[in-house]
């Protein structure tokens, strides 16, 4: 059997996001095929034997090693890969998509970059001042918030949060203070999926979504969300993320730059879920990514 999409998962909170994928390949008269660790050895199996292949791959096993061997196939055969995992590890470096941003004329949080502990473990005397009396503190290759210090203060954190993760560089950025619109922070999370961008008001801590209107763009003059987020996709190359940004009194900076490892899961099941029209318009433009792809 010959699948247009080969289709691994196994968090059980992506079931919504899989069943849009699901509908959108019907609709498109695309054949789906899911690998999750109850058909997983099968599936291996069949790959192997050349009794089964597919063209394109949408990979939502996070990284587990079991779904490795599918990965090995894909690598070695002519098949569209979404997300390859080689473009993903690049621009999840915060550190090198701070520079490449930097170097496109996108403005990020003033920012020094700081070696790994492992490779430097005593650092030169480095002033703080530009960063204002508060700063954040960031591993370059962590997401999901994972490391991330708020509110830091001194050179003594500094010194050991790079122990945390002391095989990666850390980042350690000027606090953004951003306007105020609807009542809440101008803080937004832009979905890129296929060329089409999604921008949404994403509270800063309660983490909740609510998509950005056509009004709202035009009240507030949020248009350049969509430009910003295009030019950062130019950068990562990647067919998928999402983008953190921030309007503040002056501009629109960019304070989390790629997200690969989107959090799947809908509001209409989880209050800090991605609106439910935004993911399904992620899973349309996915596979209309891969039926422009076909024979």
Known sequence: MHYDLCLPWYWE?????????????????????????????????????????????????????????????????????????????????????????????????????????????????????????????????????????????????????????????????????PRIIHGQPAWFRVFYAAGKTYPCFWHPLTHVFSIVTAYDEHKYELTPLHTITQRIASICRLDWFSTEIALTHQEFVVVDYVNDGIDTRVQSKAVDGVPDAVMQGIATQLIGLIKGGSS
Not at 61 to 82: C, L, N, T
Not at 88 to 109: R, Y
């Open 13 to 177: 909170y992506d079931i919504d996001f899989v069943q849009m994928i699901e509908r959108a390949c019907h609709e498109q008269g695309l054949t789906l095929w899911q690998i999750t660790p109850d058909n997983l050895l099968e599936s291996i199996t069949a790959l192997y034997k050349g009794e089964a292949s597919f063209r394109a791959i949408l990979d939502r096993s996070q990284y587990d090693p079991r779904f490795e061997p599918i990965h090995r196939w894909s690598r070695k055969h002519p098949v569209q890969r979404i997300n390859p995992a080689e473009v993903s590890k690049w621009s999840e470096d915060k550190a090198t998509m701070h520079l490449e941003l930097i170097s496109a004329g996108i403005h990020t949080p003033y920012t020094i970059l700081l070696p790994p502990f492992v490779e430097q473990p005593i650092l030169p005397d480095f002033d703080l001042t530009p960063l204002g009396p508060q700063f954040v503190i960031k591993p370059s290759n962590e997401g999901g918030g994972e490391g991330v210090i708020l509110g830091a203060f001194s050179t003594e954190q500094i010194l050991r949060a790079r122990m945390q993760f002391p095989e990666q560089k850390y980042l350690i950025q000027a606090t953004v203070t």
